[in-house]
């Protein structure tokens, strides 16, 4: 029997820095829902995912669905509905286009209804 160990880092710990120093990074890709793929293909109605990583763990996501409300999720809140893959697991920094500015995410955060963020004091340990 082999124990898996979760992926943790000391307690205000994100790769070696402390948790002042966490990383804050912003993405935003389009996709279209499994669900709509099976509707008219010569209309594809497409949809926006933000993401808001503190360090490697998502902190906020943002789903922009046309002709939906919008879906706002935060951490320790909404975690069963979030991804559960870490920054580097989710490969957007590898994506092209996909990093935005901060200003851009809250932006739309804010305008989907979202409130002023507070950066948690701890890390989390992963999801899984």
């Known amino acids: 029997m082999v124990a898996i160990q979760p992926r943790m880092m000391p307690k205000g710990m994100v790769n070696g820095t402390s948790g002042a120093e966490k990383t804050q990074r912003y993405f935003r890709i389009p996709f279209v829902r499994p669900s709509d793929q099976q509707r008219d293909l010569s209309h594809p109605q ?5 993401a808001h990583f503190e360090g490697p763990w998502i902190a906020r996501q943002m789903e922009i669905h046309p002709e939906k409300e919008p879906v706002l999720l935060v951490a320790g809140r ?12 989710t490969g ?21 209804g979202g409130s002023s963020y507070v950066p948690s004091p701890t890390q989390r340990p992963a999801r899984r």
């Open 46 to 50: 497409k949809g926006w995912w933000y």
């Open 78 to 89: 909404d975690d069963m509905q979030m991804c559960e893959l870490n920054l580097e697991e």
């Open 92 to 112: 957007l920094t590898r994506k092209r286009g996909a990093e935005i500015l901060e200003q851009e995410f809250e932006r739309e955060w804010k305008k989907h």
